[in-house]
């Protein structure tokens, strides 16, 4: 399985900010099945939409 990267986030985000969920819920709300994921190795939130092998 494969994920398309839309948009990435810091994970430090100020308190009670959340960026990538509110990203990723315009992005559902617009059609697209978008999820957050972190992303250990670089500390940061990643929005991604499932992609196809191709891409």
């Known amino acids: 399985m494969s994920a398309k990267v839309l948009e990435r ?10 960026p990538a969920e509110e ?12 999820t957050v994921v972190m ?4 500390d940061a939130f990643l929005v991604v939409v499932p ?3 191709d891409d």
């Not at 986030?9 to 959340?18: E, H, K, Q, T, V």
């Not at 990203?23 to 978008?34: D, L, Q």
């Not at 992303?39 to 670089?42: A, C, I, K, V």
């Open 51 to 53: 992609g196809s092998d």
């Open 39 to 42: 992303d250990l190795r670089t």
């Open 9 to 18: 986030f810091p994970a430090g985000a100020p308190r009670g900010s959340w």
């Open 23 to 34: 990203y990723a819920a315009e992005r559902r709300a617009a059609g697209e099945p978008a």
